[in-house]
């Protein structure tokens, strides 16, 4: 009897599968798929004090400090080819008694300069730092000329220092990248 049963369930299985209801898959809808995944990275950071703005040896005032970071991941073919937008975020907490410009020169290989953000920092005091946001978005034709680019240089300007200078001024910076694959 359990016999007759299993042979009698096989072609009626078998009937139900050959009938059922399939929906036809349109497999040309995985081209409208597409991937945007947002990766924040910080970028640069430094601590710079007043003394790093004049010499101590020749007692001469250094009005320009800079710092080279490299960035070689945006020169790779994934993030140059699917790079959509930039958005870069600098905090500046400023307690020397100056005002300062900060640029940010974004070069390539060869040392071309490709993409420039500039920005001023507020002038502060040991007793009262101030915070200076900068926000820049890089996209459209900007992006190819950031993305040519493997290095990013920083050069933090003064107009006037002594040796009586006090304070720090530091910089905090992250980069949100759009991508769309």
Known sequence: MKRSLTFLSIPILLIFCFTACVKDTDFKQGD????????????????????????QVTQTPVLTVNDTTKIEFLNESGV??????????????????????????????NNEQKYTITTNVESGSEDDPVITNFFETIEGADITRLTS????????????????????????SKTTYFLEF
């Open 32 to 55: 409208d798929v597409s991937l945007t995944p947002v990766v924040e990275l910080d970028l640069i950071y430094f601590n710079l004090v007043a003394e790093d703005f004049f010499d």
């Open 80 to 109: 140059r080819e699917n790079l959509v937008k930039a958005d870069f975020q600098f905090t500046f907490t400023n307690s020397i008694p100056r005002q300062f410009l900060a640029e940010f020169n974004f070069l390539n290989e």
């Open 149 to 172: 680019s493997n290095k990013v240089v920083v050069s933090v300007t003064i107009p006037s220092s002594d040796i009586n200078l006090e304070g720090t001024l530091n910089l905090k």
